[in-house]
């Protein structure tokens, strides 16, 4: 199944695709949030869709799309968790998962647009991989118990302000929550319907122009690993995001570096998972 979200900022309903369409599934459940999952709501929605698939309203063509999760209640993220990645960073491949946080209130829909921050000059690109968590976990046994957890897949632009995240200080999560610096979607897509996470190929483009060309099989860590690490170290809820890596070609990545700046357009996709585009504003 392919999940989605739409409606207007604050009023989003959840709905899904059925035969190319946008459905809307928000006479039947509320949001696509951590009690729909944590109650099993995707078996529900799946005996819905059989029974009554055919009977679901359309969504409004003109409806924006939104992220195809409720706001999370967090957003992990893994560095450098591509070797060649790594390398163009100028950093080593980390022993254990590098993780850092990035503000929930950074979600927003694949084709919104995003503010260039203020004061802003190295605002950055990362196609990424995003996890979704199908219930909550808290010290896993073993990555087979990691990998049965996982509700679905994602693209997940991991946009960064690389002054505010290396050379101001602190921590990397003050370069990676400026607002709107999460696009997700335009779907969900259940795990069920994902074949093998570790070889999706993955690109971006900024103006037409091929920046990043990549694939999932040269990740270092698996999303089962991830997720197994995780929840060694924390809760990890249902609904919960993990974005996980990018590969190389980011604008910091560039001889010499490139930049994001108003006007600009980005366009990113994972194989199977659809493709989302931004305007810089
Ligand atoms: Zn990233």
Redesign the pocket.
């Known amino acids: 199944m392919k999940l989605i979200r739409f409606g207007e900022v604050g009023a989003e309903r959840p709905g899904i695709m059925v035969n190319g369409s946008r459905k809307d599934c928000s006479a039947f459940f509320s949001d696509w949030d951590r009690s729909f999952f944590q109650r099993g709501g995707l078996a529900q929605l799946r005996a819905l869709l059989a029974e009554e698939g055919h009977l679901l309203p359309d969504v409004p063509e003109t409806a924006r799309w939104a992220a195809p999760i409720a706001r999370p209640g967090m957003i992990m993220?893994i560095?450098l968790n591509y070797s060649d990645h790594a390398k163009e960073s100028g950093m080593e491949v980390p022993a254990e998962p590098l993780i850092f946080g990035k503000a929930s209130n950074t979600l927003s829909g694949p084709y919104d647009s995003v503010a260039i921050p203020k004061g802003s000059e190295k605002t950055d690109w990362?196609v990424?991989l995003g996890v979704v968590l199908g219930k909550d976990v808290s010290y896993l046994a073993s990555e087979a118990e990691a990998e049965a957890a996982i509700v679905g897949y994602c693209v997940v632009n991991?946009l960064?302000e690389r002054d505010f995240q290396l050379a101001r200080g602190g921590q990397w999560i003050k370069g990676k929550s400026c607002p709107g610096f999460s696009p997700v979607g335009p779907y969900l897509v259940t795990a069920d319907e994902v074949r093998n996470p570790l070889n999706l190929g993955m690109q971006l483009k900024v103006n037409g122009e091929t920046m990043q060309s990549g694939n999932t099989a040269t990740m270092v860590f698996s999303p089962a690993h991830l997720v197994w690490y995780l929840s060694q170290h924390m809760l990890v809820e249902a609904g919960d995001l993990i974005?996980t890596?990018?590969p190389p070609g980011v604008g910091l990545g560039q001889d010499p570096p490139r930049y994001l700046k108003a006007g600009d357009e980005v366009e990113l996709s994972i194989d199977g998972l659809g493709t989302q585009r931004q305007r810089f504003v």
């Open positions: 993220c560095g990362e990424e991991d960064s974005s890596g990018t």
